[in-house]
Structure formats: structure tokens, C-alpha cells
């Protein structure tokens, strides 16, 4: 009875491992560091913006799509375009042309806005109707 069963066990191994006879096991470890991806071309948003209490203004801008842009409106006022380049030049002038009657507090300010961030400004707390102008490069 104990051979039988010494038998049977003997059996049941050799049967267990009859199916790892001829199995090919593979290497897939890596050879070398994995590739890295380009970086995918980032664009960066660019507003112009103007606030304040005076009733009218010009604003002057560039933009690369439409060159050097004038524009006569009320506040607040904002644009915007988006840029892939690593570098850009940025200019913004704007030059009130009327306060309202009674302003006793004037106020008024320009920005350069860069993904969120202020990249450049300007302000003026007087009645003078004085250009304010910002301007620089931007770079990533």
C-alpha cells in the first residue's frame, strides 16, 4: 500500500512537470535606457490688457498674425493670441484720450500677460493724457 502510494505520488510529479520539458523562456528585460519622447511644442497665450476710469483710449499692440494693431475703445479692454516661437518681442502703448466728468481719482494701467503672469506693466494716477508704454522679449 505504501509503495502504491509512493508510486502514485512519483507519477503525479513526473506528470506535473512533463509540460516544462522544451518550454522557452524569453529575456525580456530592456537592453539600453528606454527612448525619450520629443517634447511636444508648447504654446504660450499672450494678452494685452488695459484698465482704468478713462472714458476713452488708443491702444497700440503687435501681434504676429496681424502686425501692429490700433485700437480706439472704452475699458477695460483685452486681447490675446497664442505662440509657439521660443522668443518674442512685445510692445503696448496706450494713451487715454478722455477721463469722465467728475473723475476725481484717475487711474489707469497696462499689462502684458503671459500664460497668467504678468510680464510687463505700466500704470499712471494723474488727469495728464501721457502715454504709457511697455515692451520687452519674452522668452520660454
Known amino acids: 500500500m505504501v509503495k ?14 512533463a509540460g516544462l520539458c522544451g518550454t522557452t ?6 537592453t539600453g535606457p528606454s527612448p525619450t519622447p520629443a517634447p ?16 476713452s483710449v488708443r491702444l497700440r499692440y503687435a501681434t504676429p498674425d496681424d502686425g501692429v494693431v490700433q485700437v480706439v475703445t472704452a475699458l477695460p479692454y483685452a486681447a490675446a493670441f497664442s505662440t509657439s516661437a521660443d522668443s518674442e518681442f512685445l510692445s503696448f502703448e496706450a ?3 478722455a477721463f469722465p466728468l467728475g473723475t476725481t481719482v484717475p487711474f489707469f494701467t497696462i499689462q502684458i500677460v503671459v500664460d497668467g503672469t504678468v510680464f510687463r506693466q505700466a500704470s499712471a ?8 508704454q511697455v515692451s520687452g522679449t519674452w522668452r520660454k
Request: net charge positive.
Open 25 to 30: 523562456i524569453y529575456n525580456q528585460l530592456p
Open 40 to 55: 511636444a511644442a508648447t504654446k504660450a497665450t499672450i494678452e494685452f490688457r488695459a484698465a482704468g476710469n478713462p472714458s
Open 4 to 17: 502504491t502510494r509512493i508510486g502514485i505520488a512519483i507519477a503525479l510529479a513526473i506528470a506535473s512537470t
Open 95 to 97: 494713451t487715454p484720450i
Open 125 to 132: 494716477a494723474d488727469m495728464l493724457l501721457s502715454t504709457l
